[in-house]
């Protein structure tokens, strides 16, 4: 490194929020672009994100791994076209130490909130760091901590009564051994549809709780072969083909997902023969019978659920939940479940998922206050009147039908872009104009209202009132063409002469 891209790199501090796929790549990228003086905060002592948390019986990825991996580090010998949660952390922990990521990670901190000092055109960020509080100062922010990290635990009245074992899906405890017990799921969601098959195996007795029958797909997963392995490995065309086709057969589904929902029949026919094959009982098949359009609520897949509930040991209970007693779940007719454990596959607080940080930009903004009431942003990434902060995952980058790593690299790479133009113009900051975020969010909910989000269910993808904070409305290319270029001209950029002198010395 020259001794002035030293001085300039020092001169900019860059503190980024979580080590899940969102930061391992913006520190990837970062690198690559020739930024070194960055740090990771991160609040376990271990990387990876939803992919160290989600250690639950049959975790895995519904996004095929050829795909579900970043393009600058290909792997050619995934073991499955679906890979278990081990391989995906271990891809990650490989990422870390091949481009020099985990000396720039401060594990054990937990970020609590930051302000923004727009006469030095520095965010202070605070953090809880072995009980004690401290600040970071940094000329940019980015908020890697994904909206699928704060566990959901359902609104059910007694929870804190049960006297057996209860963890939720993302926090498992594997002290506690399921075998031949009595066990309770709560919720059939994409967690739920993993667990439920692997405890069916064990188990004396599996209580499905469902509130809302999901659609279930067929998973195309199998074993890679060795002959795949071999040619991807050394013909890595092959592997770059691989990826593309799965990337475009994905993307064929965005018709369906944003376009006109009505081509999501062919799915539903697919779902309904799934289950017809798998459950002859018509009064189970009926309770597991989806009552929304396919896509609203997130498309599951599995080969092994439907098969795991027509075990004799699992039952369906579809009566909605009164409450948790001492010794199990009470339904509203009346019948107490007794059970021995009770697992919360209940999801996320997505969409306030940043709410439990204090984040202030000028004049003290707060952005909790930003997002729930003009809840506008510009591509998911940067919001009016918080200046140099930049958000991964953000608002309505959310996918249905594709690999969330090609979005979070879209991200990292246009966030690379206004540091750079940051340091190369010596700006203080760039903040995106109000204008801009507006007439952005305008389009993206004229476009939802014809998605199948809004095709009548209720879904983690909507807030209380309705409002879509969460998907993208099109296809993935359409966020790669809008992130692909910084439009200054969308951003007020504010110099200041006193950064400038500093840089240039
Ligand atoms: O959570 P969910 P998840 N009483 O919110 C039910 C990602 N993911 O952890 O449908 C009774 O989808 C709730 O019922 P209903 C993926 O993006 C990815 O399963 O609201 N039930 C629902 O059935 C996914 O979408 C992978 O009526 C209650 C369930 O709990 C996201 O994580 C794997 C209830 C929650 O389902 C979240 O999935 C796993 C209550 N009070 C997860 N409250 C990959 O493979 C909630 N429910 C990449």
Request: hydrophobic share 40%; net charge neutral.
């Amino acid at each position: 490194m020259t001794a002035k891209a030293h001085i300039l790199d020092n001169d900019f501090p860059i503190v980024i929020v979580g080590t899940g796929f969102s930061g391992i790549a913006m520190a990837v990228m970062l690198k690559k672009a020739g930024f070194h003086s960055f740090t990771l905060l991160e609040k376990a002592t271990d990387i990876g994100g939803t992919w160290r948390d989600n250690t639950y019986p049959g975790a895995a990825c519904d996004v095929p791994s050829h795909l579900y991996s970043f393009s600058f580090e290909p792997k050619s010998d995934w073991t499955r076209a679906f890979s278990p949660q081990q391989e995906i952390k271990a891809y990650l922990d490989h990422c870390v130490d091949k481009y020099g990521i985990r000396e720039h990670i401060r594990f054990g901190c937990e970020v609590l909130g930051a302000d923004f000092e727009a006469s030095a055109g520095m965010w202070s960020v605070s953090f809880k760091e072995k009980n004690k509080t401290k600040k970071l100062k940094a000329r940019a922010f980015v908020l890697g901590n994904g909206a699928l990290s704060t566990p959901s635990n359902p609104d059910i009245a007694g929870l804190e009564d049960f006297k057996g074992d209860m963890f939720h899906s993302a926090r498992w405890n594997h002290e506690v051994d399921l075998t031949g017990k009595r066990v309770a799921v709560i919720g059939t969601g994409a967690s739920a549809i993993q667990i439920v098959p692997e405890l069916a195996k064990t188990v004396s007795k599996l209580k499905v709780f469902q509130r809302t029958a999901p659609w279930v797909l067929p998973k195309p997963d199998r074993q890679m072969t060795g002959i795949e392995n071999t040619l991807f490995t050394n013909i890595p065309m092959t592997r770059w083909l691989h990826r593309a086709y799965i990337y475009w057969r994905n993307e064929a589904l965005a018709t369906g997902f944003v376009v006109d929902p009505r081509l999501m029949k062919g799915l539903e026919f697919i779902g309904r023969l799934h289950l017809r094959y798998a459950v002859k009982d018509p009064v189970l098949r009926a309770k597991l019978s989806p009552n929304f359009t396919i896509g609203c609520k997130r498309m599951l897949l599995s080969n092994h659920y439907y098969q795991a509930l027509v075990k004799p040991n699992a039952e369906v209970i579809t009566e909605g939940i009164d409450c948790i007693t001492a010794n199990g779940v009470k339904t509203r007719d009346g019948i107490e479940h007794e059970v021995d454990a009770i697992v919360l596959a209940t999801g996320f607080m997505v969409t306030n998922y940043l709410s439990r940080l204090n984040i202030r930009g000028l004049q003290q903004y707060d952005l909790n206050t930003a997002m729930s009431e003009s809840r506008e942003h510009y591509l998911g990434i940067t919001v009016a009147h918080f200046p140099n902060m930049f958000l991964m995952m953000g608002p309505n980058t959310g996918l249905g039908h594709n690999s969330m790593v090609f979005m979070i690299e879209a991200q990292a790479q246009y966030i690379v872009q206004c540091i750079q133009t940051l340091q190369n113009r010596s700006l203080a900051y760039l903040d995106v104009k109000e204008s801009a975020q507006a007439e952005y969010c305008r389009g993206l909910q004229d476009r939802l209202q014809k998605s199948v989000w809004a095709s009548g269910c209720q879904s983690w993808y909507l807030s209380e009132d309705g409002h879509n904070s969460t998907a993208w409305p099109g296809f993935t290319w359409q966020y790669w063409l809008a992130t692909r270029r910084l439009e200054l001209k969308n951003y007020h950029a504010v110099y200041d002469a006193s950064l400038a002198a500093d840089a240039i010395a």
